[in-house]
């Protein structure tokens, strides 16, 4: 019984950074079996777009959700101009007390999209897809060398090859595992 009480105060204790920790987790769980399921790439000139959607649009989804599971935005947002109370004076020590609560819970509700975001990028595939349709590295790497290049650069997530002087240069998901980084360090400070 001892040992129960001893894990019980620890969970207490610790109970926010348990929390976004299990967050986290189910998150990175999740997006790694949303990109085995239903992620595949077209592999032609809507990569950039599909790509993108997949890596932005259920991070965004997630943001909203950590705003509309809050209970201390609920809070904020249906207290300030409650019946009875006049919501056109705020003042100046309310209105920085609202700030502090709406930075704490943007925090919050961020670890999720962060962690969406960074998993998304260790895994590749989902930057791999939208970088290689993408008509600036399309010009880049087929100058002078005419529209078959850019199939074959759009083909790049499905197994394609490059001309020899563009393999070189790209390594897409070496470059979406180091763009991962800044977010990792981002999300281990919130």
């Not at 609920?74 to 003042?91: E, K, M, Q, S, V």
């Not at 999209?113 to 791999?128: D, K």
């Amino acid at each position: 019984m001892e040992k129960f009480r001893t894990v019980l105060d620890f969970c207490l204790s610790h109970q926010k950074v348990l929390g976004y920790s299990a967050v986290s987790l189910l998150t990175a769980g999740s997006e790694r079996l949303f990109s085995a399921v239903a992620f595949q790439c077209p592999c032609n000139s809507w990569n950039m777009l599909y790509g993108s959607v997949f890596l932005l649009v259920p991070a965004l989804i997630l943001f909203l959700l950590g705003y509309l599971l809050n209970v201390r935005a609920w809070r904020l947002f249906t207290a300030c101009c409650a019946p009875g109370r006049c919501c056109c004076y705020i003042h100046r020590r309310r209105f920085w007390r609202y700030v502090s609560v709406l930075w704490l819970v943007t925090v919050s509700a961020a670890v999720a999209p962060l962690t969406w975001i960074a998993v998304a990028l260790l895994g590749a595939n989902l930057y791999e897809c939208a970088v290689s349709g993408s008509s600036l590295l399309q010009r880049h790497l087929c100058q002078g060398r005419g529209t078959q290049c850019h199939e074959q650069v759009a083909r790049i997530p499905c197994g394609g090859t490059l001309p020899k002087e563009a393999q070189t240069f790209v390594s897409l998901q070496t470059q979406s595992q180091v763009w991962s980084l800044p977010s990792f360090d981002l999300s281990y400070w919130l």
